[in-house]
């Protein structure tokens, strides 16, 4: 379980040295997630030990987002002041990422043979 612990502690920081020392504009810990993608990827299989540990991260996710909402409460006036193109970047974001979906969704059954079959009340 240590070495699973690690290897997550491990790509979180590499994502931060890289982050930092390329001036890249995501945060560290996206690109450390990347990393362990690619890292998996590779592997073609998720170790047992770190689908325990991630498993255990993710039952208690919930407590993850409380550092987001501290820091949600820091910038209430910012927030108060930019509310419109948030707004309007909350929707759009939404409508994208609907559609991508669902396109990807029909070029997956595309590539499945699937077909869309007409149902007849």
Same mark, same amino acid.
Request: hydrophobic share 60%.
């Given at each position: 379980?240590?070495?699973?612990?690690?290897?997550?502690?491990?790509?979180?920081?590499?994502?931060?040295?890289?982050?930092?020392?390329? &001036?890249?504009?995501?945060? &560290?810990?996206?690109?450390?997630?990347?990393?362990?993608? &690619?890292?998996?990827?590779?592997?073609?299989?998720?170790?047992?030990?770190?689908?325990?540990?991630?498993?255990?991260?993710?039952?208690?996710?919930?407590?993850?987002?409380?550092?987001?909402?501290?820091?949600?409460?820091?910038?209430?006036?910012?927030?108060?002041?930019?509310?419109?193109?948030l707004l309007a970047g909350l929707f759009l974001s939404t409508a994208l990422t609907i559609a991508v979906t669902g396109l990807v969704f029909?070029?997956?059954?595309?590539?499945?043979?699937?077909?869309?079959?007409?149902?007849?009340?």
């Amino acid at each position: 379980m240590v070495h699973a612990i690690l290897a997550l502690l491990v790509c979180q920081l590499l994502g931060e040295i890289i982050v930092r020392a390329a &001036g890249i504009p995501i945060p &560290g810990p996206v690109l450390g997630t990347l990393l362990m993608l &690619g890292a998996l990827a590779a592997l073609r299989e998720v170790p047992d030990e770190l689908n325990a540990v991630a498993g255990v991260l993710l039952s208690h996710l919930s407590l993850l987002f409380v550092p987001a909402g501290v820091g949600v409460m820091l910038h209430v006036a910012r927030i108060k002041a930019e509310w419109l193109p948030l707004l309007a970047g909350l929707f759009l974001s939404t409508a994208l990422t609907i559609a991508v979906t669902g396109l990807v969704f029909f070029w997956v059954m595309r590539k499945m043979g699937l077909q869309e079959t007409e149902q007849n009340p």
